[in-house]
Every structure is written in structure tokens, then in C-alpha cells.
């Protein structure tokens, strides 16, 4: 069975401080990897796409690959009240589709 | 661009009714996805188009569950009959070609949808 994992939450983190989301999945195949943010009843929305090993940087946000440990995450330097959604980790294995993880809810409070 | 476009946005229904979910792509796009949303299973595709050919349905739950796409600018997902465990938010999205297949998914509005 082919998963994407992440641990459902919430994660709670005072304004200003990172917060680290972390996603594992099984299939070594996997290509590329997305994360998406999702407001309460609102819709997903990528937010960031990595395809290579290391880090890649879009303003305050950081996504981070390690295929060898299967393992991708997304963190979120200076973080805002706005920040707080649930952010869904979405994987590819060199097919049309995406497989989607539960989502991590993330609170920040003031 | 107005975006992906789905109705209705709302829709409740009684056990053994018809329920059809309308969507309408981004002009452009070569792919259309439907998923279904909810608590427990998170978000699950169900089935996505290439062109307005379905490319792979095998995340539709059972045979109460169909997806047409008559044209490059709309497709309707059916459940008939409907059952209490259907309740979910459904998802249409989109995505062009440019990057390839797994380009940016842009995400409709959603369906929440209640069946009693």
C-alpha cells in the first residue's frame, strides 16, 4: 500500500517562532513532492514543489528532501496567525496523479 | 480567470437520491481530477481525466459512483443512489501542461455534501 504520512496535530507554535512540518512516504519511486496549505472550509492550495535533494527556499517558507530516508518537509520561519491551516503533503511517483497525506493542523497563536 | 468553478456548493440530500456534482476547469487545462474529502480518509482522488478521457478511476468507491466529460470544459461527477457514508466535501481541480502532469493543481471551491 503506497501512504504518505504526517502526524495530524495540531502543532502548536507562538507567533515568530519556525515550525517544522514534517511528511514520510513508502515509495522509493517517488518524483516529485508537494505541499498544499488548506484553510478550514476553504480549498488546497500549493504553497510549495521540491524535486531534487536539499532545501529550497520561497520566502518564509523552507521545503526540505531526503529521498534516501524517504522523508520531505516544510518549515515556516517567522510564523504568523495567518499561518495557522492545515498543510496536506502531496506526493507523485512518476504518474498523473498525486497522492495526498491526512494533513498536519497547524495553530500559531499570538 | 474565474478559477476552477463548482457547483452546487451545498447539497443535502436523502439516502437512495440522485446526486450530480458539476465542474468547470480552468480554459486551458488538460486535466481534471475529482476527490473526495473527509476527516477520517483525508482527501482521496477518485478519479482524473487527460483531454476528457478517463485515465484512471480505480479510487471510485463502488458502481453507485460515475464521472463524465463530455468536453474540455465541463464534467459531472454522479452518485445514485446516495448513502449516508457519501458525506463528504468533493473537490474538482485542475492542471495545465507546462510543467507536465503533476503541474500546480488548482483546487475548486468544493462540494460539501450531506446525505440524510
Known amino acids: 500500500q503506497k501512504e504518505v504520512e504526517q502526524n495530524s496535530g495540531p502543532l502548536s507554535v507562538p507567533e515568530g517562532a519556525i515550525a517544522s512540518l514534517n511528511c514520510t512516504y513508502s515509495?522509493?519511486?517517488?518524483?516529485?513532492f508537494f505541499w498544499y496549505r488548506q484553510y478550514s472550509g476553504k480549498s488546497p492550495e500549493l504553497i510549495m514543489s521540491?524535486?531534487?535533494?536539499g532545501d529550497k527556499e520561497d520566502g518564509r517558507f523552507t521545503a526540505q528532501l531526503n529521498k534516501a530516508s524517504q522523508y520531505v518537509s516544510l518549515l515556516i520561519r517567522d510564523s504568523q496567525p495567518s499561518d495557522s491551516a492545515t498543510y496536506l503533503c502531496?506526493?507523485?511517483?512518476?504518474?498523473?496523479?498525486?497522492?495526498f497525506g491526512t494533513g498536519t493542523r497547524l495553530q500559531v497563536f499570538p | 480567470d474565474a478559477g476552477v468553478i463548482q457547483s452546487p456548493r451545498h447539497e443535502v440530500t436523502e439516502m437512495g437520491q440522485e446526486v450530480t456534482l458539476r465542474c468547470k476547469p480552468i480554459s486551458g487545462h488538460d486535466y481534471l481530477f475529482w476527490y473526495r474529502q473527509t476527516m477520517m480518509r483525508g482527501l482521496e482522488l477518485l478519479i482524473y481525466?487527460?483531454?476528457?478521457?478517463?485515465?484512471?478511476d480505480s479510487g471510485m468507491p463502488e458502481d453507485r459512483f460515475s464521472a463524465k466529460m463530455p468536453n474540455a470544459s465541463f464534467s459531472t461527477l454522479k452518485i445514485q443512489p446516495s448513502e449516508p457514508r457519501d458525506s463528504a466535501v468533493y473537490f474538482c481541480?485542475?492542471?495545465?501542461?507546462?510543467?507536465?502532469?503533476?503541474?500546480?493543481?488548482?483546487f475548486g471551491p468544493g462540494t460539501r455534501l450531506t446525505v440524510l
Open positions: 521540491i524535486y531534487s535533494n
Open positions: 481525466f487527460n483531454n476528457n478521457v478517463p485515465i484512471d
Open positions: 481541480a485542475s492542471s495545465g501542461t507546462s510543467g507536465g502532469p503533476t503541474d500546480t493543481q488548482y
Open positions: 502531496a506526493v507523485n511517483e512518476n504518474t498523473d496523479k498525486l497522492i
Open positions: 515509495d522509493r519511486v517517488s518524483q516529485s
